[in-house]
Each structure stands twice: as structure tokens, then as C-alpha cells.
């Protein structure tokens, strides 16, 4: 067996190598040791990576539930699928302005801080949209302000909290603690789903945006200091916004990375803009309320969690770039065939498979990203990520007006024709990619 190289950082490293030597084949802790190294849990031995992890989950479950209120929330005030497509919009809009900068933050400040003050500030504007409907106010057209704001700390908590995973762990486990990232934010989407489904029936939206501020806040109180692998220098906010522009230009000089961000927008406009047309498939196509919404959210996290439970078994895979492509292609198909279905219990088991081809696509993603640039851009290559997800908006509107224009069906199916044409035509022509 190689040995590990040993930093200050992760002592506990040294002591696991030495039992694993030590115990090998001998006993139930040499059987424990040994099924520990091939499991996909390994990131969890360590106390900092379980309490961002912790942190994590709260945030995912949080943002699932408001995304799913606002969205039902809008539909219910306006009748219109359009301006519940711009909910959705508004929410990525920000990623291409402060994407790149929150990325920098993450990699200039104090990351624990940082996701602190995000997550606190998320949970301050969440409670002020449910003292607004509770007042007996429903103004959507601040309520949409409010969503917009909400989108601009998403962009600084996501890199933040991807950096903070990423140095909880050994650089050996990045993959693991990326995929084990994936599987809690995943997993509790399922909660989120049904969640604020049974809140928005029996309460109404206040109480579903509450509980999302309660957890936003909550997971701020619990984060703890984590040192980072590589030490940044506390940078003022100008040179921050010379970091992100940088960090952009250095980008688009990887030819890898260039060609992942280029796909990433493309399934932003054609794939993920799908979420925000399920109100209208739930009210309009299946004949469901808000719980049926919340089932089929609960459907595409499920598919999210299988996907992402699929890719941290599976560890670190070879070929990267040819799996990417092929869940590309294979996005579109379950697209399509949810358009068609016109039974709640179909679209249930179809949008499972949406769900799980999400979760891959991104984890392979995340995955890939990190490992083509150096420690010290981490935070800005998921910044430079959001940057990619926010023409997404693009994706939100154009389909919002189509299902207006030809209906919802009609919408959906051929944003999933695109996503198939989209992936078969890379796999045929983009030989770097098929060999990333």
C-alpha cells in the first residue's frame, strides 16, 4: 500500500493508516477498517466535514421549500405561467452578475463567516415574505423582489459551502465528500417536497417560508470554524471584483472547463427550466393541487437522491466525460416522455428519472470542475459555475411563453427533444469532452 502523505491538518489520516496496517484481516476491527475504505461514507470520519454537511442539509432543505411556496404562491395569485416562470427566473437571474462573485468571496474571505452571514440573510428575507402575507399583504410584484434577493445569497452560499466541503476532507476524498454533499441536499429535498405541500394545504405559503427561515437559521448557528487547505488573504471587496473577473478570463483558458460551463448553459435554458412549469403540469395537465405538486417534487427528489446515492457508490469514475454526455442525452428522453403523460401516477415514476439525471449531471459536474483547476480557485470554479446556471432565466421565460402560446405539454417536450439532440451531438463530435 502507498503511503499517505500526512498534513497538520488531518492527523487523524496518519492514525487511520497505521491501524489499517495494523488490523488488516485481523478481527472485527480490521473487517470494519477494510469495508471503510471501500465504502462511500469515508468523508463522514471526519467531525468538520459531518458539520458542514449538517449545514448543508439545512440550506437544501430550506431552498426546497421556498422554491416550491413561491412558485405555487404565484400561480395561485396571478393564474399566470408565465409570471410563475419568472419566479424561477428571477431566482437564477443574479448568478450572472454576482456568480462569479460570490466565488471570489469564497476564495478572498473567511468561508465559515461568510456562509454564516449568507444563510442568516437568506432567513431574514424569508421571514419578512411570510410577515408580509401574514399582514394580509400579497404583493407579487415585491414578492418577486424579494425572490431576486434570495437568488443573490444563493450565489455566494453555494460556492462557500462547496469550498467549506472540500476542505473538511483530504484532497484524496474530494470526490466522496462532492458525491456525500450531493446525497443530503438531495435527500432532503424529498423532505422540503412534502413539506411545504402539506404547509401551503393546511397553512398557507407564510407558514412554509417560517419553517425555510427557521432552518436557514439554524444551520448558520450550528456551522463551525473550518481551516481551509489552502490559506486565502483577506482581500478588500474591490480586489474581489478583480478576483472574479480574473478568475472568469483564467477559466475560459482551461479548454475543459470552457466546454463544461458551455454545457452547463445549455441544459440550464433546456433541461432545468422544467421545474418551473411542474405548478402548471400539477394543476393544469394532472388536475392536482399543491400536495400533488409536492408529490411530484417528492418524485424528482427521489430520482435526485438515487442518482446521487448511484455516484458516491460508484467513487471516482474514469470516464467522465463520456458519462456526462450520456446522462445528457438520457435527461431529454425522461423530459419527453413526462410531457407526454397525462396520468399523475406515470409522471410520478417518470419525473424520478428527471430527478436522478439532475443530481448526475451536476454531481459529474462538480466533480469534473474540481478537479481541472488548482486549490486556490475552488470557490470561483463553482462561481464560475452559477455565472454558467444563470442564463438559465432565458430557459424559465422562453418556456413560460411557449406553454402560454402552445401549451405546457408542448413546452416541455421540445426543450427535452433539444437536450437529447444537444448530447447525441457532442458525444458524435466533441472528442475532448468524450475523453474528459
Known amino acids: 500500500m502507498a503511503p499517505y502523505i500526512v498534513s497538520k491538518k488531518f492527523p487523524s489520516r496518519a492514525k487511520a493508516n497505521h491501524d489499517d496496517g495494523l488490523y488488516q484481516g485481523y478481527g472485527f476491527k480490521g473487517v470494519w477498517l477494510k469495508l471503510n475504505q471501500i465504502q462511500s461514507t469515508r468523508a463522514f470520519q471526519y467531525p468538520e466535514f459531518r ?45 450572472l452578475v454576482f456568480g462569479p462573485l460570490g466565488g471570489a468571496a469564497a476564495d478572498s474571505f473567511k468561508r465559515s463567516r461568510l456562509l454564516r452571514i449568507t444563510l442568516g440573510s437568506k432567513g431574514l428575507i424569508l421571514a419578512s415574505m411570510a410577515l408580509l402575507l401574514m399582514t394580509g399583504q400579497s404583493p407579487v410584484g415585491l414578492m418577486l423582489f424579494l425572490v431576486l434577493l434570495l437568488g443573490i445569497g444563493f450565489t455566494f452560499e453555494v460556492p462557500t459551502t462547496q469550498a467549506l466541503i472540500t476542505d473538511s476532507v483530504p484532497p484524496e476524498l474530494t470526490a466522496n465528500s462532492i458525491a456525500l454533499y450531493s446525497v443530503g441536499t438531495r435527500a432532503i429535498s424529498l423532505v422540503g417536497a412534502i413539506v411545504s405541500g402539506v404547509l401551503l394545504e393546511l397553512i398557507g405559503a407564510h407558514g412554509a417560508f417560517l419553517v425555510a427561515a427557521a432552518a436557514l437559521g439554524f444551520g448558520s448557528l450550528v456551522l463551525k470554524d ?87 457508490c460508484l467513487g471516482d469514475i474514469r470516464c467522465k466525460g463520456m458519462a456526462l454526455l450520456l446522462v445528457t442525452s438520457t435527461y431529454g ?80 417536450g421540445l426543450s427535452g427533444v433539444i437536450v437529447v439532440v444537444l448530447g447525441g451531438g457532442l458525444m458524435a463530435f466533441s472528442a475532448r469532452l468524450r475523453q474528459a
Open 226 to 312: 473550518i481551516q481551509p487547505q489552502t490559506v486565502a488573504i483577506a482581500l478588500p471587496w474591490r480586489a474581489v471584483f478583480r478576483t472574479a473577473v480574473e478568475g472568469l478570463i483564467a477559466m475560459s483558458r482551461l479548454p475543459i472547463v470552457r466546454i463544461l460551463l458551455s454545457l452547463t448553459i445549455l441544459l440550464e435554458i433546456f433541461a432545468y427550466s422544467y421545474q418551473s412549469l411542474l405548478p402548471s403540469v400539477a394543476r393544469d395537465v394532472l388536475n392536482v393541487g399543491a400536495t400533488g405538486l409536492g408529490t411530484l417534487s417528492f418524485g424528482a427528489g427521489i430520482g435526485s437522491l438515487i442518482g446521487s446515492i448511484t455516484l458516491s
Open 333 to 412: 428522453l425522461f423530459l419527453v416522455a413526462f410531457s407526454l403523460s397525462t396520468w399523475f401516477s406515470l409522471s410520478g415514476l417518470l419525473i424520478i428519472g428527471v430527478g436522478a439525471m439532475a443530481s448526475l449531471f451536476d454531481a459529474l459536474q462538480w466533480i469534473t470542475l474540481q478537479h481541472y483547476v488548482p486549490n486556490d480557485m475552488k470557490g470561483r470554479v463553482i462561481g464560475g459555475w452559477l455565472f454558467a446556471t444563470g442564463f438559465g432565466w432565458l430557459g424559465h421565460v422562453v418556456l413560460g411563453a411557449l406553454a402560454e402560446l402552445w401549451g405546457v405539454q408542448t413546452a416541455l
Open 51 to 95: 458539520g458542514v454537511w449538517t449545514t448543508a442539509v439545512l440550506a437544501g432543505l430550506a431552498n426546497s421549500i421556498e422554491r416550491l411556496s413561491v412558485g405555487w404562491f404565484i400561480l395561485e395569485q396571478t393564474n399566470s405561467v408565465l409570471l410563475t416562470a419568472l419566479s424561477f427566473a428571477l431566482r437564477n437571474l443574479p448568478n
